[in-house]
């Protein structure tokens, strides 16, 4: 099977590597001598039924060398997701394009129109090659060891936690990060990794993996406060109640907050804002604050995992070799097979389309809101060169002069 | 006038860079005969009325580097605005150590403190040498070119911005980032320090320095939606209306948020929601998107300026240099002299304590919604060496094959 033409597209939300696989199947797909022109499709599955295509083959290898390491996906993205309707449409420009490989870089949804346009294509007996290249920051895709643009994203919640202990160390009181992950709580964990000296924060994480409940929260937080005088605090925007309710609906309904009744999930500082007013009302906590990560950690410029670009660049490179050489459709997988090192297989469409992978429980301690050394081996490597350190002053205390016996508080006298 | 002790203290929000200053301040001292021990008082002015203190003669150089190079305040902040009393009683505490320099890290209402306190010690014939040491993410301190701090949050809010930017590009909407500075917007106005194509984001910048009126504020975001096809839009946590009442509170009190009632400007992501619920609502946009920046602009580990290490550095050596050389309290401004050079004098306390700089006229242009190259000349340098760079694909259309003339939309048919 070969064809003169190919297509690409990146679907879902943008990463910071997202680019490498997109550039990788330009540069590979060039090498083929079959291959006469390499497409790229305008915002995903949209541009394709809308046609609209910019021609990557007349791209220098010099600007997609630059393009590759910019984050975000160069050629837009889309939230649309196709139905079969809409799956016969793209189908129906393919044909109409003689495209004979179809590259879409994408999630869960983006694999599951690779499904689809494959079996129309069957069904109407048209040799289409399509290959599906994983991405999402959100690492939930079965059959991969981790997918490309988690790493990166990983590393900027490290990062950002190990920044937020410092400045909670300096002026104590309680930090809620949120981040994101609906169903997948691996980048909320991901915080863990900004952890240094013992006391180090966050000393709390809640996963979307387990069940979140509000006075159980508070008495970790509560307890946490004791402890350390201080508390640092990572929650997945997914986290939910027994019945798979989300936290943040629920406390805007208990506190009957119309504008947030609705709760979206990203791009609203909702949850971080309602637990933050559950702990001051609830422990009398002062000093508290809460960030929402948003769009930062997915679209933030200049915080990125060599391994994840390397990686990224190579699942690219991998699809146009298993869809030119291969005899048959499917999903380009990482698979881990040393410390640390990766090779790539293709596993079948239906092995990876729709389905979601959460964290193993290996990877969660037991109390629920913490990670284990096995999480830290798993996440260490993909995390990649160069991470920042912190250090600390050494303790040595000098004698105090005056004595002040029974004397409380400078504030008081002040 | 010698002593043998020295104290070094943090005050206020930490930034990237203050550990640079206060090993400066540390190191420097230690060059000097006449100094026996160098002190540093835990978690600012607090500590010294407590007699907090740690001994950091006894550090290591090779930590006190590391110190140096990681973010927020090693020694721990405090945010208690000292009155009369307080200074008072800082000055006692001094003396009772015999401290004969002291050297305080911070914004204006520590260079307020460090005033009193030099007032107190010279009523009492006590021979105390006071030291401020510019430091502050606002870079509202007068009499500076910009103050230390400043740099490494300009950098991580251009850098943001610039992310937000591709992202936005990639999945068309509106987004809003909302960055601190309540008098201030220099750091606001760094976020046009991301743009590099003509049509990049920001595309509007609302800055504390100019009255917010949220019908013009409509009819901009319209504007730029309807001729960019997207609009990414820096706003100052500080924006106000012409009788200076906050934004966020004005626009909570309108839609009724009683939790949003009270509004606090940093650590909530109220402003950012509430604009972008009054975008949805009155201009009938669906992809609206709001970020708060949060803490991650300050204490964010993994993007520094070099720049601002570098001169926070040299402010805490300057310090040491004029407070046992000089003959006069006062307070280290950093002075430009070239293009990009600068140096260090010492100013009066009084000229700088208490004070606040908002941004000049000259680098605001005349809508009011953009900077000016003046500023953008202006903050260049101090973003340091390394910034990202972010490239595109340049248009190859390719031509339809499809005749669909008529057809509107594919997830109509779909």
Redesign the interface.
């Known amino acids: 099977m070969s064809s003169g033409k190919i297509l690409v597209a ?1 679907g879902g ?2 990463t910071a590597v997202i680019n490498q696989s997109m550039v990788g199947v330009a540069l590979e797909a060039r090498r083929f001598h079959g291959i006469e022109r390499v ?2 499709a305008r ?1 995903g599955v ?1 541009g394709i ?8 083959s ?2 220098t290898s010099h ?1 997609l060398e ?2 590759a ?12 997701k ?2 079969l ?2 799956c016969q ?1 793209i189908f ?2 393919l044909r ?2 003689a495209i004979g490989h179809f590259f879409y870089i994408g999630g869960n949804d983006s694999s599951d129109t690779v499904r689809i346009v494959s079996l129309e294509a069957q069904k109407a007996g048209y040799p289409l090659r399509c290959i599906h290249v994983p991405k999402t920051i959100d690492n939930d895709l079965v059959g991969n060891d981790h997918t490309p643009g988690f790493p990166s994203a990983a590393r900027f919640v490290a ?2 936690f ?3 202990n ?2 909670n ?3 104590p009181g309680i ?1 809620v990060g949120v981040v994101m992950g609906r169903h997948a709580g691996f980048l909320t964990a991901a915080s863990a990794l ?1 952890k240094k000296f013992p006391d180090d924060g966050p000393h709390l994480i809640y996963l979307p993996e387990r069940t979140f409940v509000l006075d159980r929260f508070l008495a970790d937080v509560k307890a946490a406060y004791e402890k350390y005088g201080r508390c640092v605090i990572a929650v997945s925007e997914g986290i939910h109640d027994a019945s798979g309710a989300p936290i943040a609906s629920l406390l805007a309904k208990d ?6 009744g609705n709760v979206q999930l ?5 949850l ?3 637990l ?2 559950e702990i001051k009302s609830k422990l009398k906590i002062r000093r ?9 950690q ?6 990125v995992s060599d391994v994840d670009q390397r990686e990224a660049r190579e699942v690219g490179e991998k699809a146009v070799q298993f869809g030119m050489w291969g005899a048959s459709d499917g999903s380009v997988a990482i698979r881990r097979t040393g410390f640390y090192s990766v090779d790539y297989d293709l596993l079948p469409l239906d092995a990876v389309a729709g389905k979601t992978r959460v964290m193993e429980d290996e990877f969660i301690d037991e109390a629920g809101t913490g990670i284990t050394d096995a999480f830290r081996l798993y996440l260490r490597p993909l995390l990649g060169s160069g ?12 004698a ?3 004595d002040r016996a029974g004397r409380d508080d ?2 008081d ?2």
């Open positions: 990146q939300g943008p497409y790229g915002h949209r039924v809308d046609e609209d295509f910019v021609d990557l007349q791209e600007n630059l393009v390491a910019t984050p975000s996906s160069a050629l837009g993205s889309t939230r649309d196709p139905d309707r809409y449409e129906q420009v109409a394009h990062q950002a190990a920044g937020a410092l400045d160390a300096a002026l930090y900004g506190l009957e907050h119309d504008a947030h990203s791009g609203t500082g909702a971080a804002d309602l933050c007013e508290v604050r809460g960030d929402t990560f948003g769009y930062l997915r679209s933030f410029i200049g915080c991470m920042p350190d912190a250090f600390r002053l050494r303790p040595s205390p000098v105090k002069k005056l400078a504030s006298a002040g």
